[in-house]
């Protein structure tokens, strides 16, 4: 089966942008990922003030 990429919630900070989506558990989970091509970072949090924390000190090393 397919995996669901549903987000809602998104949100965008600087370069990141964080995204509340369920884990195939049915979690509720907050996944940060960094838009810029070259830089390739993401993280799965498990509250959504843990990933704009993350997504404000991110320092995209693709610059």
């Known amino acids: 089966m397919p995996a669901r990429d549903h987000f809602h919630s998104v949100m965008r900070i600087g370069p990141v942008q964080i995204g509340t989506h ?18 390739g970072w993401s993280a799965d949090y ?18």
Do not use: I, M
């Not at 993350?54 to 610059?63: E, V």
């Open 22 to 39: 369920r884990d195939r558990h049915g979690h509720t989970k907050h996944a940060a990922v960094c838009t810029n091509d070259r830089c």
């Open 46 to 63: 498990s509250s959504q003030s843990a990933a704009q924390l993350a997504a404000r000190t991110h320092r995209c090393t693709a610059r």
